[in-house]
Antibody
Framework: EMQLVESGGGLIQPGGSLRLSCAAS????????MNWVRQSPGKGLEWVSY????????NYTDSVKGRFTVSRDNANNSLYLQMNSLRDEDTAIYYC??????????????WGQGTVVTVSS | EIVLTQSPATLSLSPGERATLSCRAS??????LTWYQQKPGQAPRLLIY???NRATDIPARFSGSGSGTDFTLTINSLEPEDSAVYYC?????????FGLGTKLEIK
């Protein structure tokens, strides 16, 4: 069974750092790009970051550029999001999502259950 | 950044009725439009990709249409379990953006 399990969330003060992890299982992790998507309390979805299979292509939404770093460990089927200089507005559920691509078609076909990050003093 | 505008914000319909959800892009996104369904307390679920392709295990009463900047998700013969928030998303360029969602309530 394909599974994505996020961890690493918690309560952190503004300006602090957290490292989120996403453990993948049940599929060949090295074949898929991966994304982080977040959802602020009571709000909609916001794409945060993408990393390609071999980490050669990385993208971020503007609001996290210079503060967040996405990475992956293909040997351990894991995706990471290093979050520094955290702000109140980073408070959200953070989901990892698999980027399924076939020929020219791509979509986020599998999602984890999310990990909650709360930035507050 | 491409802005996706979803309408209506909220829709309240009865079982058996048809729901029509709209997603308008601020510029042409070709056919790179995806729909997701999210129920309370759950992660989003892929419904429709590239405008009209249903994802695995999605019932045929869910359908997508549109092109360029205007897209529609239609749900025929509504069932109680269709109560959810529906988001559209574009993958035409970076950043990948989502609409703010349409909340569908089944009376």
């Amino acid at each position: 069974e394909m599974q994505l399990v996020e961890s690493g969330g918690g309560l952190i003060q503004p300006g602090g750092s957290l490292r989120l992890s996403c453990a993948a299982s049940g599929f060949t992790f090295t074949r898929y790009g991966m994304n982080w998507v977040r959802q602020s309390p009571g709000k909609g979805l916001e794409w945060v970051s993408y990393i390609s299979t071999s980490s050669t292509t990385i993208n971020y939404t503007d609001s996290v550029k210079g503060r967040f770093t996405v990475s992956r460990d293909n040997a351990n089927n894991s995706l990471y999001l290093q979050m520094n200089s955290l702000r109140d507005e980073d408070t959200a559920i953070y989901y990892c999502a698999r980027d399924f691509c076939a020929t020219t078609s791509c979509r986020f076909d599998q999602w984890g259950q999310g990990t909650v990050v709360t930035v507050s003093s | 950044e491409i802005v996706l505008t979803q309408s209506p914000a909220t829709l309240s319909l009865s079982p058996g009725e048809r729901a029509t959800l709209s997603c308008r892009a601020s510029q042409s996104i070709n056919n790179y439009l995806t729909w997701y369904q999210q129920k309370p307390g759950q992660a989003p679920r892929l419904l429709i990709y590239d405008v009209f392709n249903r994802a695995t295990d999605i019932p045929a009463r869910f359908s997508g249409s549109g092109s360029g900047t205007d897209f529609t998700l239609t749900i025929n013969s509504l069932e109680p379990e269709d109560s959810a928030v529906y988001y559209c998303q574009q993958r035409f360029n970076w950043p990948r953006t989502f609409g703010l969602g349409t909340k569908l309530e089944i009376k």
